[in-house]
């Protein structure tokens, strides 16, 4: 059974950095494609980015492209989202997931978010 | 802006069903697998189908997929109290290189 444990968000300036950590048990992490997925309060989820198991390709939402670097490290089965040049907009709870065993992306484990908070 | 337009709300009453409908276009959902997700009020969301119309295991049947052309629907038979929530279609947008989600969908039960 796949677990995963997010950590590092926060209360943060405008302008501001922060880097999320994901920590994954029960399978073998390389061997998958991670997400981050965030929600700002009332409103609905939003894809940020994702991260092949190899780390061979990443994708990125927009309006975060050049802000934000997803990566991963094998080794210590974790993910990890640095986020750069914070906005007011980037408040959100940001979770991680894992693509399930689906022909197309799906997210078959979450983890339990961890909110970040962007403000003066 | 989500590009998968979904009803923002429905309702029936126990017992009942619902379905939700799941907008796109040729570039998201008319060429790729949508997956269905529910949510919970401080909650992470949760897989209820993938493919299009699979069951993770432990998906009660009452929860079924389909799509056609450019419009996925789920639908759930039985309505139970417990299937109050907010439901979000998802899929990959290949014009985007994005995945995008749903609108979202809150399922009230009367």
């Known amino acids: 059974e796949g677990q995963l444990v997010e950590s590092g968000g926060g209360l943060v300036q405008p302008g501001g950095s922060l880097r999320l950590s994901c920590a994954a048990s029960g399978f073998t992490f390389s061997g998958y494609w991670m997400y981050w997925v965030r929600q700002a309060p009332g409103k609905g989820l939003e894809w940020v980015a994702c991260i092949k198991g190899d780390g061979s390709a990443k994708y990125y939402l927009d309006s975060v492209k050049g802000r934000f670097t997803v990566s991963g490290d094998n080794a210590k089965s974790s993910l990890y989202l640095q986020m750069n040049s914070l906005r007011v907009e980037d408040t959100a709870v940001y979770y991680c997931?894992?693509?399930?065993?689906?022909?197309?992306?799906?997210?078959?484990?979450w983890g339990q978010g961890t909110l970040v908070t962007v403000s003066s | 802006q989500s590009v998968l337009t979904q009803p923002p709300s429905v309702s029936a009453a126990p017992g009942q069903k619902v379905t939700i409908s799941c907008s796109g276009s040729?570039?998201?959902?008319?060429?790729?697998?949508v997956s269905w997700y529910q949510q919970h009020p401080g909650t992470a969301a949760k897989l209820l189908i993938y493919?299009?119309?699979r069951r993770p295991s432990g998906i009660p049947d009452r929860f079924s997929g389909s799509k056609s052309g450019t419009s996925a629907t789920l639908d759930i038979t039985g309505l139970q109290t417990g299937d109050e929530a907010d439901y979000y279609c998802g899929t990959w947008d290949s014009s985007l290189s994005a995945f995008v989600f749903g609108t979202g969908t809150k399922v009230t039960v009367l």
């Open positions: 493919d299009n119309n």
């Open positions: 040729s570039s998201n959902v008319g060429n790729n697998y």
């Open positions: 997931a894992r693509d399930g065993v689906g022909a197309g992306p799906d997210f078959d484990y």
